[in-house]
């Protein structure tokens, strides 16, 4: 596999694995919720978002790092 390729794929993981961790934390906030632990819940999902943004966001940015490139 070449460089470019290997971090077009390295792009696509970090893309799906923000995507992952923002569903991760929406599950744990919505369990938090049903058993009456809303300020635990909404922490949880609001860092499950920030983490999940940050990771998908750095995987758009490589991509089109790479795209503008070749």
């Given at each position: ?64 790092s790479?795209?503008?490139r070749?």
């Amino acid at each position: 596999m070449t460089g470019g390729k290997l971090a077009f794929v390295f792009a696509k993981v970090l893309e799906g694995a923000g995507l992952i961790v923002i569903l991760v934390g929406v599950y744990l906030s919505v369990n938090l919720g049903f058993q009456d632990k809303g300020l635990e819940s909404m922490g949880i999902e609001f860092r499950g978002l920030a983490i999940g943004a940050a990771l998908f966001a750095c995987g758009v940015l490589l991509e089109r790092s790479l795209r503008a490139r070749g």
